[in-house]
T-cell receptor, first 113, second 115 residues
Framework: AQKVTQAQTEISVVEKEDVTLDCVYE???????LFWYKQPPSGELVFLIR??????QNEISGRYSWNFQKSTSSFNFTITASQVVDSAVYFC??????????FGKGTSLLVTP | SAVISQKPSRDICQRGTSLTIQCQVD?????MFWYRQQPGQSLTLIAT?????????ESGFVIDKFPISRPNLTFSTLTVSNMSPEDSSIYLC????????????FGPGTRLTVL
């Protein structure tokens, strides 16, 4: 069975602070895929990243970075110099096919000016 | 990226009725899925919509309650049958395209309220 745990339910930071959203996963598959999505207050789901289990390279995209560590079954997401527009619910998801997604419960991030 | 539209965007329905939600993509896609997001909750996969054949349902979801059609590579429907207030949720379709398998995009969702 697959499971995604996002232990942080809500996080509140002041603008320009760095913030890390934690994601821990469980799977018995050797091949799997991890995702992060952003859901702003408007409700749409925005794709951020997909990573497969054979690629442990960390990734950076602008102010966003992801740290994938198989040894600890974690795929954490860091926002550097947070902005008010980063306020959203962030979901981590896992899939053994790369397509059908098993979502965590989400972390609600509030960035205040 | 794909442009995905859903109709209706929202609806308020009476208990015992059915609602069909449409998902239209602007280009042919390989796979389409339907998810449910209950109020304040995460997303749960309902089923994989298979083109030309019966959908593949996840545990806890059945065809009689959530019949799905996918007549071609750009369109799918989800029907929520014999609705009860517990069906009040956002229903989202998602697609994996033939152009970029590394990304999975979601439609804007249909917000359903059942009274």
């Amino acid at each position: 069975a697959q499971k995604v745990t996002q232990a942080q339910t809500e996080i509140s930071v002041v603008e320009k602070e760095d913030v890390t959203l934690d994601c821990v996963y469980e799977t018995r598959d050797t091949t799997y895929y991890l995702f992060w999505y952003k859901q702003p207050p408007s409700g749409e789901l925005v794709f951020l990243i997909r990573r497969n289990s054979f690629d442990e390279q960390n990734e950076i995209s602008g102010r966003y970075s992801w740290n994938f560590q198989k040894s600890t079954s974690s795929f954490n997401f860091t926002i550097t110099a947070s902005q008010v527009v980063d306020s959203a619910v962030y979901f981590c998801a896992l899939s053994n096919s790369g397509y059908a997604l098993n979502f965590g419960k989400g972390t609600s991030l509030l960035v205040t000016p | 990226s794909a442009v995905i539209s859903q109709k209706p965007s929202r609806d308020i329905c009476q208990r015992g009725t059915s609602l069909t939600i449409q998902c239209q993509v602007d280009s042919q896609v390989t796979m389409m899925f339907w998810y449910r997001q209950q109020p304040g909750q995460s997303l749960t996969l309902i089923a994989t919509a298979n083109q030309g054949s019966e959908a593949t349902y996840e545990s806890g979801f059945v065809i009689d309650k959530f019949p799905i059609s996918r007549p071609n590579l750009t369109f799918s429907t989800l029907t929520v049958s014999n609705m009860s207030p517990e069906d009040s949720s956002i229903y989202l379709c998602s697609v994996v395209g033939g152009w970029r398998y590394n990304e999975q995009f979601f439609g804007p969702g249909t917000r359903l309220t059942v009274l």
